[in-house]
T-cell receptor, first 112, second 113 residues
Framework: GEQVEQRPPHLSVREGDSAFITCTYT??????FFWYKQEPGASLQLLMK?????EINEGQGFTVLLNKKDKRLSLNLTAAHPGDSAAYFC???????????FGQGTILKVYL | EAAVTQSPRSKVAVTGGKVTLSCHQT?????MYWYRQDTGHGLRLIHY???????EKGDIPDGYKASRPSQENFSLILELASLSQTAVYFC????????????FGPGTRLLVL
């Protein structure tokens, strides 16, 4: 079945710097890709949903890159600020089903 | 705004005891899911359901049962709790399908002693 590998597990950046998180997946039939943010003690909140034919998606303060050839999904938080400190999870769903497979998560800390 | 609630929010259980975690959604979603989260791991799917009175096994169903008595409610049951089931449990709801966005509850922190 689908396997998702997320790196790095921990990331510490200075305020204003970029934070880059990557997920690789194995199933070439994967179709939708998700990034979730989990603040300490809280539940998961959707950051962005990416459709397989779209390569670059920009949100507020972040960019999501999808490379289908390499089966790689990336999240780039530009100009990180302390409010970005949280755990980030990628998740992948296949075209055939409704199950989500999650990456292991990245704990991001943004310091002053 | 999507609404998924869970109870209890935290629980301490004894090994061998029975634990029931409850989830309620007001989104009118057909699909509901139970995940567990362990340190160093992402969320892993335990059970899910797409219709009342029916449940399906996820990726790690061993040691867990699920019950979906109505569209709004979905329970996770640990008949004989074990130390290895200490984790945070999340419930989610969604409309189903590969493009579905799942909406998560606040989580239940379970400690089995």
């Amino acid at each position: 079945g689908e396997q998702v590998e997320q790196r790095p597990p921990h990331l510490s950046v200075r305020e204003g710097d970029s934070a880059f998180i990557t997920c690789t997946y194995t199933d070439p039939n994967s179709y939708y890709f998700f990034w979730y943010k989990q603040e300490p003690g809280a539940s998961l909140q959707l950051l962005m949903k990416v459709f397989s034919s779209t390569e670059i998606n920009e949100g507020q303060g972040f960019t999501v890159l999808l490379n289908k050839k390499d089966k790689r999904l990336s999240l780039n938080l530009t100009a990180a600020h302390p409010g970005d400190s949280a755990a980030y999870f990628c998740a992948v769903s296949a075209s055939s089903g409704q199950k989500l497979v999650f990456g292991q998560g990245t704990i991001l800390k943004v310091y002053l | 705004e999507a609404a998924v609630t869970q109870s209890p929010r935290s629980k301490v259980a004894v090994t061998g005891g029975k634990v029931t975690l409850s989830c309620h959604q007001t989104n009118n979603h057909d699909y509901m899911y139970w995940y567990r989260q362990d340190t160093g791991h992402g969320l892993r799917l335990i059970h899910y359901s797409y219709v009342a009175d029916s449940t399906e096994k996820g990726d790690i169903p061993d040691g867990y049962k699920a019950s979906r008595p109505s569209q709004e409610n979905f329970s996770l049951i640990l008949e004989l709790a074990s130390l290895s089931q200490t984790a945070v449990y999340f419930c989610a709801s969604g409309t189903g399908g590969s493009q579905d966005t799942q909406y998560f509850g606040p989580g239940t922190r379970l400690l089995v002693l």
